[in-house]
């Protein structure tokens, strides 16, 4: 089982900026992406970013996002330390959520496997 650990959350106020970061035990299977999800207070978990790091054990690199977040996050892989990054900027309110990295199967947001969370909040 790929164990992966989060870090960097926190609290800004709106318009600010954090990167996060996940680094995993293993690297995963190429059909698998790795993607950072969210929980809102009382709502569901949800997606924002997604990368595929392996294609046809070519190192690729595609990513995608939801239409609220596009623009704003950017998730990078550094294939050398297995760690992913979520660079979020002009956070609003509503980005305010438990973050957590996972590993997917790619396409999908279902969870293979996930990191304990780190809090992000943001400020009016």
């Known amino acids: 089982q790929v164990q992966l650990v989060e870090s960097g959350g926190g609290s800004v106020p709106a318009g600010g900026s954090l990167r996060l970061s996940c680094v995993a035990s293993a690297y995963i299977a190429s059909t698998q992406c790795m993607a950072w999800l969210r929980q809102p207070p009382g709502k569901e978990r949800e997606g924002v970013a997604r990368i595929q790091v392996v294609v046809g054990g070519t190192y690729y690199g595609t990513t995608y996002y939801p239409d609220s977040v596009k623009g704003r996050f950017t998730i990078s892989h550094d294939h050398a330390k297995n760690t992913v990054f979520l660079q979020m900027t002009n956070l609003r309110v509503e980005d305010t959520a438990i973050y957590y990295c996972?590993?997917?199967?790619?396409?999908?947001?279902?969870?293979?496997?996930r990191g304990q969370g780190t809090q992000v909040t943001v400020s009016s």
């Open positions: 996972a590993a997917v199967p790619c396409g999908t947001w279902d969870v293979n496997y």
